[in-house]
Structure formats: structure tokens, C-alpha cells
């Protein structure tokens, strides 16, 4: 149960004063639906209200903030002519101007012969001072409110910046005072104020200094979300941990088979991770490793290795996927092998007619299925194993935590690997799973050539066409990746069409499209008929799937690669360069490329390792924006900004496991502060796994 004294915090902001549906729409698209949400929208600026001039010597050009009195109203003459409001003070006149006003609305906050504040940008021609729209126009008595350093923030489509400063301010005036959930050597270490005060401090700023992300203000907040992030990643690792695994020790009599049957010997590198793995399955405490390895590094061979250790010890295995066509693809790799181990595999869909997937179903509850491989579908309450040991989880960034411990929870402590071919920068690796040992495989396979790649104007698109014509003529394959437009996927998929329609009319049946709006089976249909040489151009929009496995493709083409992020263009590429033949990769871009697009390309062109370009790619754009963190299931943060605080996350890693070490229930008064923090960022999925929960 969240903390009482968050509540005012989680209330909808449309409980706001003067917030209504409108607003309360903008606002939730901007920060989130809650009064909290809006803390962690920062200003960006700030405008210094304390200029008090006289108006005969108010500079051109500056804000300024003027008493003044009123003396007259003049209504537009015409529509396009503007209201002006004439006021004076003992140095000179003051034209304020407005366009488009209403007339009963100027005369009620400007009635004649009143004095007022006004503050705005000031105008000066001719002698005349004006200030068109002013920022505020308020009585005398609430002068003070004005003469600050007023915060600015971003702006959002259709939110004025004074309702935004409002909602902001309101919200933080319903802020309670926490208690300190950090160690006080460490504020005292890095003289951060309070959680509130920090707060506030923030949100008005008063330096320039102060609006940067490492500014103390900013870090100390930084550090209580990572503090959260960390804190929660080591609770749930802590809880997976504590239920025993048992430890496996296989025969090596499977692996011996398959090692005669393979056409070729692991590399030292796929040798030293399975060693890794065979620690933690040797030991009694659960494995949950996470094996980091781009597309084509050798993955798969590693996890069947891996598989076969615990079959051979007894155990039943899983294997999971996260689409359709990976899981198919994983099956019809692995099913040859499985064959001449004698070993019973299965394949469980979403898909599946209900006699078959009853068949698999009961296959499982027996124990027969040795190595079950599936989809989303493995979740499913019905799916029970008799003796679930390990399990295997591809591509984990497409899932959650929380998948992943459903898939857990099906045997009595699992060992779980998980794989990802998204090389993910050891900063963001460790907010996304911290709770994971990490291997990684980042030799080249032996054998394979680095991919060719090139950065062509499209102004020579005729050539590169040309180009693939002789390609395709001699026998080879080609992906055509068309442009990614950031608007909408009918868009990406219009200029998908248009293209396949255009190379089509060239090379006549021996093109075909594929998108993410197709059903499965279309899909199936098509990478099978591409994967058989039935068709030479795949055209694609960019949601081809991850992990598709062609090793005869050799092509790869990009359109308007400048619109790709880098992990996107090293994904794609990494579709070629798969079989033993020379790959190329051309990245077509439209001229002039912006300096962050020519420092994508050229990254991409003289790297081909997932970790330096996902590097690269975090300095480039700044951690947010990394792998598309939205799809991801990477945590968004809503203040720390990996590019600037990875040295914090460091630190809160540390701290959160000497918490846990000390006050593993968080039940002293520091973490009962602890739990607080851990609420407001939401992580109440850890909390469950206290005793004191
Ligand atoms: P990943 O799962 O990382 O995408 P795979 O395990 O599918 O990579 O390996 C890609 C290809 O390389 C497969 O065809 C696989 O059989 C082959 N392969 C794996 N390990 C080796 C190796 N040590 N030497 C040669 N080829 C290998
Ligand atoms: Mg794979």
C-alpha cells in the first residue's frame, strides 16, 4: 500500500484549482496523469523579473517591470489595428499593445486611474515605450510575486507557459516534506539540501548554473531515482536469489554428440561464457545472467549448449521468443540438432489450434517435452512443467521484469539466461538489469568478413540500382530498408510501397514488400519465399524483425539513413554479413547531413562493434533517446540523464546493496524513508518483496 503521505501526489492533476478537462489532457501527455508528475518537469530557463526602471529609461529590448498608473483606453480603430492601454509614470508614457483583445477584459485588469505592476518585453521607437502583450499585469499589493526569477518550461503544444508556471506551482505547494531517505555522510559529502528543499531549488533557479543537469540541485534528485532504480533491481534480485536453485551438473554425453554433428568448434569466447554459465549452474543459488552478444555472434549455439547441460542433468528446458517468426526460427534451428541427441523438443504459439497446443500442453505437464520453445504463450497459466530447470529468454528487451519472473516462477528457482542482441552500454545495462551477472560475446565468428559500408548521396540512387541489378543478376540477396518518418507508420509504410513499386517496375517478380502492419502468416510466406531465392529484394519498412536470419543476404540497403538513430542502423546492418560471403551495406542519405547525422554515419562506418557504436550512440543522443527506450522495457527516467549521471548510478548501486546488506526489510526508520522513496518512483513491484512489504 503506497505511503500516506504520497497520496496528495498520486491525486489526478485535474484536482488542480482551475484545471480542467483541456488541461488536464495536456498536462498528462506532457508529465503524466498525476499532481506529482509535475515536480519532475524542470524549466529550462528563466526570465529576471527585477529590472524596475522608470519608463523614460527603460532600455530597448529588455523585460522590465513597470509601476505605473492608467490613464486612458484606446480601442482598435480597426480588426487589424491594435487596443492600446496609455499608463504613466513620473518619467514618461507606456503604450501597452494588444492584438485581438477584449475590450471588457482589458478594462477590468486595467481600470483607469489604478496604479498596476506590468512586466514584459520592452519596445522602444521613436521615443515611444511599448510593451505588446505583457507577461503580467497585477495589482500594487502583489508586486512581489512579480519582481523574481521566474522559471521557464519547455514549452507543449497548446500550454501556455504561465499555466504550466501555475500548475507547477500549485502542485509543489502540495508537496509534503519526506523524510531523508539518503545517508546523511553522503548529503553532508555532497552538501545537498533536503529532498524538498532540492526540489524547490530547482524549480526556481537562479544561475544559469543551475539549470544543468549536474548542477547540485538536479544531481542530488538524480540520485534518489537511480537510488530507487538500484534499489529495486537488487530487492527483486535479492528475492530470486534467496529461492534455491538446485544445483545441475550434466553428464557432457549430449554435448559430446552435438559437438561431433556441428560443422564447426566454439570460440574461445562462446567456451569462456559457457564456463560462466556452468558455474552458476554447478552452485546451488539461481543463475540469472543476461548474455550480451550482437545478432550472429553465437548466441543461440551458447543457449542450446546450455540447454543440453541441464537436460543431461534431468531437468526439463525453455526456450523463449519474442515473436512468432523468432521462435520458428529458433525451432527449425534447433530441431536437427535435437534429433540426433535423441532429445524431445517442442513448439508452443499464440497461434496454435487447440488439439495441438492441448498435445504440447500435456507433452509439458508429463515431463516428455525435454525443451519447450514458445512465445508469449509460455506464460500462460496452463502451461505447467514437471520439472522446469532452466530456462532461456531471447531478446529480453521486448519483455518486462515482470515477464520475466512469470517464466521463473514455473519451475522451483529457474535458472534463467537471458539474450539480448542489443549491445546495451554497461551504464544502461546496469538501470535495466542490475539484477543480472552479464556475459558478453564480442568476437567476430571465424570466418566472417566485416561488412562493407558506405555512405552514398541519394542524388545516386540510379547507380546504387544499377549496382544491385549486377548483384542480384550474380546470384546474391538484397534487403531495401526504406526511410523511417517519425510521424506515423502508414507513412513509413507509403514510402515502403512506393519504393517496392518503383523496383518492381525494374526488376519485374523478383521484388517483394514486407512491413509491420502484415499478419504473421504474410510474413512467414514472404521471408520464407526470400530466404529460398524466390525473390532477391526484400523490401522492408524499418520494423523488420529483430533477429532475422538470412545468411545468404548479402545487401543492405538504407534509405535516408540519416533519420536512423545509431543502434537502429547497426541492427539493420548486422542482417548481412552473416554467411562467409563479402556484405555490403550502403546508407543512402538526401544531402546536406546535419553534424549528428555525419557523426552516425561515420561512426557506423568505421565500427561494427554493438558496444563502442551503443557508446557512441549514448553521447551522440543522450540516454532517452537510446534503442527507442519506449519499446524497450529500458526504464525511462523521468530526471536522471544517463549522459550525465552515470557516475551517480555507480554510487546508488553500491548503496543499494549496503542497505539491503544492512536492513534487508527496510524496516529501521531510514528504510521505512527508503520505502517512501521507492513509491514515489514507482517501483512498488519491488516492494511486494519485503516482509514488512
Ligand atoms: P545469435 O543467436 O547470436 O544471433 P547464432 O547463434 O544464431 O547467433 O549464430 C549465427 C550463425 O553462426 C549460426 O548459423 C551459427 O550456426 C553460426 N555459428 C555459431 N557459432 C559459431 C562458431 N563458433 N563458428 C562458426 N559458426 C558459428
Ligand atoms: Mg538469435
Known amino acids: 500500500m503506497r505511503p500516506e503521505i504520497l497520496f496528495k501526489l498520486f491525486t489526478p492533476s485535474k484536482e488542480l484549482p482551475g484545471v480542467g478537462p483541456r488541461i488536464t489532457a495536456l498536462l ?5 496523469a498525476h499532481i506529482g508528475d509535475l515536480l519532475w518537469v524542470l524549466p529550462n530557463n528563466f526570465i529576471d523579473r527585477r529590472f524596475c526602471p522608470l519608463i523614460g529609461e527603460a532600455p530597448n529590448g529588455k523585460i522590465c517591470t513597470f509601476i505605473v498608473t492608467v490613464i486612458e483606453h484606446i480601442p482598435s480603430p480597426t480588426r487589424k489595428r491594435p487596443y492600446r492601454v496609455i499608463c504613466s509614470d513620473d518619467s514618461g508614457l507606456l503604450e501597452i499593445v494588444y492584438f485581438n483583445a477584449r475590450k471588457d477584459y482589458l478594462q477590468e485588469i486595467l481600470p483607469i486611474n489604478d496604479k498596476r505592476i506590468i512586466s514584459g518585453k520592452v519596445d522602444v521607437f521613436n521615443g515611444r515605450v511599448q510593451v505588446m502583450h505583457p507577461d503580467h499585469v497585477v495589482k500594487e499589493e502583489d508586486k512581489a510575486s512579480i519582481l523574481t526569477l521566474e522559471p521557464v518550461y519547455p514549452l507543449t503544444q497548446g500550454l501556455t507557459g504561465k499555466v504550466l508556471r501555475r500548475c507547477i506551482h500549485d502542485a509543489l505547494k502540495l508537496t509534503p516534506n519526506l523524510p531523508e531517505w ?13 529532498w524538498i528543499d532540492s526540489l524547490r531549488a530547482v524549480h526556481s533557479p537562479k544561475t544559469h548554473g543551475e539549470l544543468i543537469p549536474t548542477s547540485n540541485n538536479r544531481a542530488r534528485l538524480a540520485y534518489d531515482e537511480l537510488l530507487a532504480n538500484q534499489l529495486a533491481l537488487a ?7 534467496k529461492r534455491k536453485g538446485r544445483s545441475i551438473i550434466g ?14 568448434a566454439l570460440t574461445p569466447n562462446q567456451l569462456e561464457v559457457l564456463e560462466e554459465i556452468n558455474n552458476d549452474f554447478r552452485t546451488k543459488n539461481r543463475m540469472l545472467r543476461l548474455l550480451q552478444g550482437d545478432v550472429g555472434s553465437g548466441k543461440t549455439i551458447v543457449a542450446f549448449y546450455s540447454i543440453l547441460t541441464a537436460i543431461e542433468a534431468g531437468f526439463q528446458t525453455a526456450l523463449m521468443a519474442p515473436t512468432e517468426i523468432l521462435a520458428k526460427q529458433h525451432f527449425q534451428t534447433l530441431q536437427p540438432l535435437a534429433k540426433a541427441t535423441n532429445i524431445k523438443i517442442d513448439i508452443l504459439t499464440g497461434k496454435m489450434g487447440s488439439k ?8 509439458t505437464k508429463s515431463g516428455s517435452t525435454q525443451l519447450l520453445i514458445g512465445t508469449h504463450a509460455l506464460f500462460q497459466d496452463d502451461v505447467v512443467f514437471k520439472n522446469l530447470g532452466f530456462a532461456v529468454v531471447d531478446e529480453q528487451h521486448k519483455f518486462g521484469v515482470h515477464q520475466r519472473l512469470a517464466l521463473s516462477n514455473k519451475g522451483d528457482g529457474v535458472d534463467m539466461l537471458i539474450m539480448t542482441a542489443t549491445p546495451i552500454p554497461r551504464t544502461l545495462s546496469m538501470t535495466a538489469y ?19 559500408t558506405r555512405a552514398v548521396s541519394n542524388e545516386r540512387l540510379q ?37 517496392f513499386q518503383h523496383l518492381n517496375s525494374i526488376f519485374t517478380d523478383r521484388v517483394a514488400l514486407i512491413h509491420g502492419r502484415m499478419k504473421d502468416i504474410e510474413k512467414d510466406r514472404i521471408m520464407d519465399s526470400f530466404r529460398a531465392g524466390k525473390v532477391d529484394i526484400l523490401v522492408a519498412t524499418s520494423v523488420i524483425e529483430v533477429g532475422v536470419d538470412v545468411p545468404d543476404a548479402t545487401i543492405m540497403v538504407i534509405e535516408h539513413a540519416e533519420r536512423f538513430g545509431l543502434a537502429q542502423l547497426h541492427q539493420l546492418r548486422g542482417r548481412v554479413g552473416r554467411g562467409l560471403e563479402q556484405s555490403t551495406c550502403l546508407l543512402l542519405y538526401s544531402a546536406p547531413l546535419s553534424e549528428n547525422a555525419r557523426a552516425r554515419i561515420n561512426v557506423l562506418r568505421e565500427s561494427e562493434d554493438g558496444f563502442i557504436i551503443a557508446e557512441e550512440d549514448l553521447k551522440l543522443r543522450g540516454a532517452g533517446e537510446v534503442l527507442g527506450i519506449k519499446q524497450s522495457g529500458l526504464p525511462h527516467f523521468k530526471i536522471a540523464d544517463l549522459t550525465f549521471h552515470s557516475d551517480l548510478l555507480e554510487l546508488a548501486r553500491n548503496e543499494a546493496k549496503l542497505i539491503l546488506n544492512k536492513d534487508p526489510d527496510l524496516i529501521s526508520n531510514r528504510g521505512e524513508a527508503l520505502k517512501i522513496l521507492l513509491y514515489l518512483f514507482e517501483r512498488d513491484n519491488a516492494v511486494q518483496y519485503l516482509k514488512s512489504g
Open 28 to 32: 498528462t501527455n506532457l508529465a503524466g
Open 182 to 194: 539518503l545517508d546523511p555522510n553522503l548529503v553532508k559529502q555532497k552538501q545537498w539540501m533536503s
Open 235 to 241: 530487492m527483486i534480485r535479492r528475492h530470486q536469489k
Open 251 to 264: 553428464s557432457g554425453a549430449l554435448k559430446k554428440i552435438i559437438n561431433k554433428k556441428l560443422s564447426f
Open 356 to 363: 495441438e497446443r492441448n498435445q504440447i500442453i500435456s507433452n
Open 434 to 452: 542490475g539484477d543480472l551477472d552479464v556475459s558478453i560475446l564480442r568476437e567476430r565468428l571465424p570466418g566472417r568478413k566485416a561488412v562493407i
Open 463 to 499: 547507380e546504387v540500382v544499377e549496382g544491385i541489378s549486377r548483384a542480384i543478376n550474380s546470384g546474391k540477396k538484397a534487403y531495401w530498408v526504406c526511410p523511417l518518418i517519425e510521424i506515423s507508420d502508414k507513412l513509413d509504410l507509403a514510402a515502403a510501397e512506393e519504393r
